[in-house]
């Protein structure tokens, strides 16, 4: 959709000048039948804002629900019993439903197929006496056949490719989807979805209709572009001719459509038509269905042309060439599955005709076993091998059923394990980025993505356009690895050539040329050493780890190996345990020594799971604590949210970037580290609009940026993060780049931030003169961020604090209160580095005075932020009024605020989203004073319990110069409560 947006977008800025060209253009176009939204181009006063709005609803449909990682995709339809023995979850490509079908697949979500080259049979019966009108012509004006279905005819005819551009070809699929729909299919599939694009390649299509539209194409290129291709008049541009001529002065043999004049920008029309189709289709589906209907095709990605209307699809289900003459795992397909993850969406993948014709003549069901493997391993799915189409030459179309019993259990065991597959991303060594132009030129981007996987490395893509693909790179996907490899970096569009070139000016991002070079210079993070007996591709959810390790040759056993596994690039010390999950096999806990883990011989396909070792430092990775105050005894008043913390307002998400690293006597700039980010996101990372906000300071011997603006606007924009003291600027900088690669100026055209960056010092356990927090750290703190749990005590900017001379913190808590008929949620997040042991309270229990042991300050230093966050509509004076009140809990606490003391807070409402419109006039809803009591409550109990989370999260620590600071004693505290008769006994 994007493609077509941009292509028209221009045009339409060129209407503005009532260029005569231009309007020829559009007309030829229009007539061309491409696009009915050319008509809107024609319009008298039509803006190209207002254009883009009107494409963009349609669009809106895009979002239905993707395929899981855990899914099990069948390809065509089967019977009851077939679904059932796989666990089938999808049907790809079930043709027109039927009730019986139907009636089989209760329960699967059904696929409808439709194809656009393989239903000539069904189109001829639609159109008898005129299907000619409709065909894809050669350059001399004849029909062409579809090169793999020669075998096939109908009535005699041959299976002629049809023209996607042809009105009446066009008529006869839109019916054909729009009977799908009706049918009862849940979702749409396109089979052989780049229609006549696909001719090309085959020397077509030169029918009147395809002529006609690329002389309007050729008219809306800029003028630059057509003289660099020596076009001077696009209206007389015969095409035809031009080949004619050019096909007569060749040697015999050397007139294939690739060395053909004008060749890609006569493929980038094709393709961009197909694109503007598929989007098409997507829109009719959804106006059939009354709603939004997901859409795949059979992408086959290993080949450039076919990522051409990615934007239309919710997934590729694909024909990948999975190279089954070699005879072992190929690591071709993981750079398609790679390519998938990169566009942004899931990949059902099927063999080609040629994979699964060999694998019928042989019975190399084994091999079939690891493909199956290596989709899922990859994050993607292998669809069942139940029905699957074979091709050769000489035996033309046949079909493979694959026994049942050696491919479903490995379908099984990934839906009973879905907790290892679903929320696991690619772990990436390296990046390796290229332009569509790059792919297009060659097979080098194949070849290094081969190359990587062979010497055990992890990769993700970072895809960027050209004119055939609309795909921006990505400044999230540069920052997967601190490793980029560019290939033909000349490709690059400009803008992307300053995106990369931005990553690469970062000290801490190396960019290798070749894949060798990087492959030379270092190791993987997870290595067999010199063994190759599996390709290893590790994946992460949040703390969690696991890498899958799938055999390459099914023909010889593999052996017992040992897995050597770089722990500091998970962001750890060394690894604790290792569990491996195998099909068909119990889970069998594997032996760990100096982060090498001893692997046994694994038949096919085993998933190992790593977590941290809890043993000296700790606390940088853990996906939250397993007690936390309440569940200790403590008592606390007011009623939590369902978290109990301030993402249970709403929207509100939180982060967190944890730097450790390095022990004994301090060496600036190398460590140790003790240090971090945190971040909240007022209305998550996908939004920049804005909330009400107003801020307090109890003790200004503190920073936190951003808050002149908060005072005199009422408003905060962007996040609030939390660092160190000597961190602010890094990090205020980096949320700016943030900004504005997330959005647009403003309505006045200026590109502008003040961020909120507050801090706290870290220096007694921190190298906090080597500035190690880096602008990679906050923008993994931001991607890192969610609505869901969050983690405390010794994580992202609490890392390396201390809080009443205990390990100290992030804590967070929240409250639900009601104000008249109304429930609002009130949460508190803070970071936690104030105070002297004999101040601390907890419960009113003077803590502190009973807990000596272990003391680290004579005098009292540190600071806290606390981050307040409610769904109840207040305004930023209103918002003030609650930022005070946190100074009360912190009180209770036993705060008194020194001299020394930066205690700054900040409050924000999540309420009235239109805060932020451009408008002459906004309204705005607000509680009333008398309304704000029982929310003032909950602002003094949130903090308190927060800084008690804070507290009882956090876990001994050793940092700088040996350094050491106690977690406060679980067991202690509870004793001491009981004493005071302040012990909630219920809770355990």
Request: aromatic share 10%.
């Given at each position: 959709?994007?493609?077509?947006?941009?292509?028209?977008?221009?045009?339409?800025?060129?209407?503005?000048?009532?260029?005569?060209?231009?309007?020829?253009?559009?007309?030829?176009?229009?007539?061309?039948?491409?696009?009915?939204?050319?008509?809107?181009?024609?319009?008298?006063?039509?803006?190209?804002?207002?254009?883009?709005?009107?494409?963009?609803?349609?669009?809106?449909?895009?979002?239905?629900?993707?395929?899981?990682?855990?899914?099990?995709?069948?390809?065509?339809?089967?019977?009851?019993?077939?679904?059932?023995?796989?666990?089938?979850?999808?049907?790809?490509?079930?043709?027109?439903?039927?009730?019986?079908?139907?009636?089989?697949?209760?329960?699967?979500?059904?696929?409808?197929?439709?194809?656009?080259?393989?239903?000539?049979?069904?189109?001829?019966?639609?159109?008898?006496?005129?299907?000619?009108?409709?065909?894809?012509?050669?350059?001399?004006?004849?029909?062409?056949?579809?090169?793999?279905?020669?075998?096939?005819?109908?009535?005699?005819?041959?299976?002629?490719?049809?023209?996607?551009?042809?009105?009446?070809?066009?008529?006869?699929?839109?019916?054909?989807?729009?009977?799908?729909?009706?049918?009862?299919?849940?979702?749409?599939?396109?089979?052989?979805?780049?229609?006549?694009?696909?001719?090309?390649?085959?020397?077509?299509?030169?029918?009147?209709?395809?002529?006609?539209?690329?002389?309007?194409?050729l008219n809306t290129l800029p003028e630059a572009s057509l003289e660099r291709a020596g076009i001077r008049d696009p209206e007389s541009f015969d095409y035809r001719q031009i080949i004619l001529d050019w096909r007569s002065r060749q040697p015999a043999g050397q007139v294939e459509a690739r060395r053909q004049p004008f060749y890609d920008i006569w493929m980038a029309y094709h393709l961009r038509a197909a694109a503007g189709f598929m989007m098409e289709l997507r829109r009719l589906a959804a106006e059939t269905a009354g709603r939004p209907v997901p859409l795949s095709a059979n992408n086959c990605i290993l080949y450039h042309p076919h990522t051409c209307d990615f934007q239309a699809l919710d997934f590729f289900s694909a024909e990948i060439d999975q190279e089954a003459h070699r005879q072992v795992l190929s690591e071709l397909p993981i750079f398609a599955y790679r390519l998938a993850e990169g566009l942004g969406r899931p990949l059902a993948a099927t063999a080609s005709g040629g994979d699964w014709a060999l694998i019928k003549e042989t019975s190399f069901h084994q091999l079939v076993q690891r493909w199956i493997a290596l989709a899922y391993a990859s994050g993607q799915s292998l669809m069942t091998p139940h029905r699957q189409w074979c091709y050769t030459k000489e035996k033309g179309t046949h079909w493979y059923d694959g026994p049942e019993e050696q491919f479903a259990p490995l379908y099984r065991f990934v839906k009973s394990h879905a907790n290892l597959f679903d929320d696991f991303e690619t772990f990436a060594d390296a990046t390796l980025v290229f332009s569509q132009t790059a792919y297009r030129n060659g097979d080098a981007l194949k070849q290094a993505g081969r190359d990587l996987t062979a010497a055990g490395f992890s990769y993700n893509l970072a895809v960027a356009g050209d004119e055939t693909l609309s795909h921006p790179l990505d400044p999230q996907q540069l920052r997967q690895s601190n490793r980029i490899l560019v290939l033909d970096p000349a490709t690059l569009q400009p803008k992307d050539r300053d995106r990369l070139q931005e990553r690469c000016a970062d000290p801490q991002v190396t960019c290798y040329p070749s894949a060798s070079d990087l492959v030379s210079s270092v190791r993987p993070a997870v290595d067999t050493g010199t063994s190759t007996d599996y390709i290893l591709l590790p994946r992460k959810s949040g703390d969690q780890v696991v890498v899958h390790l799938v055999d390459r040759d099914p023909r010889q056993a593999n052996r017992e190996s040992d897995l050597f596994v770089d722990a500091g690039a998970f962001g750890w010390k060394q690894i604790g345990t290792a569990t491996l999950f195998q099909p068909g096999q119990p889970e069998i806990t594997l032996p760990v020594q100096s982060n090498a883990v001893r692997v046994p011989s694994i038949p096919i396909w085993g998933i190992l799971t790593l977590s941290e070792s809890r043993e000296g430092v700790v606390g940088n990775l853990q996906s939250g604590p397993s007690e936390r105050a309440r569940d200790l005894g403590v008592p606390f008043e007011g009623v939590p949210g369902p978290l109990n913390a301030i993402t249970d307002v709403e929207g509100v998400e939180v982060g967190h970037s944890t730097i450790i690293s390095g022990a004994g006597a301090l060496e600036t700039g190398k460590g140790p580290i003790r240090t971090g980010v945190t971040t909240v996101l007022p209305r998550g990372k996908s939004s920049t609009s804005l909330v009400f906000a107003g801020w307090f300071s109890l003790n200004g011997n503190g920073e936190m940026t951003g808050t002149s603006w908060v005072e005199e606007s009422g408003l905060l924009e962007g996040p609030v993060m939390i660092t160190n003291t000597h961190s602010v600027g890094v990090v205020r900088d980096a949320v700016i780049r943030w900004r504005v690669q997330q959005g647009g100026p403003d309505s006045e055209g200026y590109w502008w931030s003040l961020p909120v960056v507050a801090e706290t010092w870290d220096g007694y356990l921190n190298d906090i003169n080597g500035f190690h927090v880096h602008p990679e750290h906050v923008f993994e703190a931001i991607e890192n961020a969610n609505s869901g749990p969050v983690e405390e005590g010794n994580v992202g900017g609490g890392t390396g604090m201390v809080c009443h001379e205990f390990k100290g913190g992030i804590g967070t808590s929240s409250r639900v209160v009601s104000s008249g008929s109304d429930r609002y949620t009130v949460g508190v997040l803070v970071q936690a580095n104030y105070g002297l042991r004999d101040q601390l309270r907890i419960a009113g229990v003077p803590v502190g005075l009973e807990l000596r042991e272990a003391r680290v300050y004579s005098e009292e230093q540190g600071s806290i932020i606390i981050v307040i966050a409610t769904d109840a509509p207040l305004l930023s004076h209103q918002l003030k009024r609650l930022a005070r009140r946190a100074t009360l809990g912190l009180a209770r606490v036993g705060s008194t605020s020194g001299n020394g003391s930066g205690d700054i807070f900040i409050a924000f409402s999540t309420a009235n989203p239109s805060v932020a419109e451009n408008r002459e006039k906004t309204a705005v809803e607000m509680l009333s004073n008398d309304s704000l009591s029982p929310i003032f409550d909950a602002v003094v109990q949130a903090t308190e319990e927060s800084i008690v989370n804070a507290l009882v999260a956090a876990e001994t620590m050793v940092g700088r110069d040996d350094h050491r600071v106690i977690e406060l004693p679980h067991d202690q505290l509870r004793t001491v409560l009981k004493k005071y008769g302040r012990l909630n006994e219920t809770t355990r």
């Open positions: 959709m994007k493609i077509v947006i941009e292509h028209l977008t221009v045009i339409a800025w060129k209407l503005g000048s009532k260029n005569s060209r231009n309007e020829r253009a559009i007309a030829t176009l229009s007539r061309a039948g491409h696009s009915p939204v050319f008509d809107c181009l024609r319009r008298p006063g039509t803006r190209p804002l207002t254009l883009l709005v009107l494409l963009l609803l349609p669009a809106s449909l895009l979002g239905s629900p993707e395929i899981k990682k855990s899914d099990v995709v069948s390809m065509y339809q089967a019977d009851r019993a077939t679904y059932e023995a796989y666990g089938i979850d999808v049907l790809a490509w079930g043709g027109t439903p039927t009730a019986k079908s139907l009636a089989a697949a209760t329960g699967i979500r059904y696929f409808g197929s439709v194809g656009m080259v393989t239903e000539f049979a069904r189109y001829y019966q639609r159109f008898p006496n005129s299907y000619e009108d409709g065909l894809c012509r050669d350059v001399e004006g004849n029909p062409i056949k579809v090169p793999w279905l020669t075998d096939h005819q109908h009535e005699g005819i041959p299976f002629w490719w049809c023209c996607t551009n042809q009105p009446q070809f066009r008529t006869f699929i839109r019916e054909r989807v729009i009977e799908t729909i009706k049918a009862g299919a849940d979702g749409q599939h396109i089979d052989d979805h780049l229609g006549t694009a696909g001719s090309v390649s085959h020397g077509g299509c030169f029918c009147e209709r395809c002529l006609t539209g690329f002389r309007g194409f």
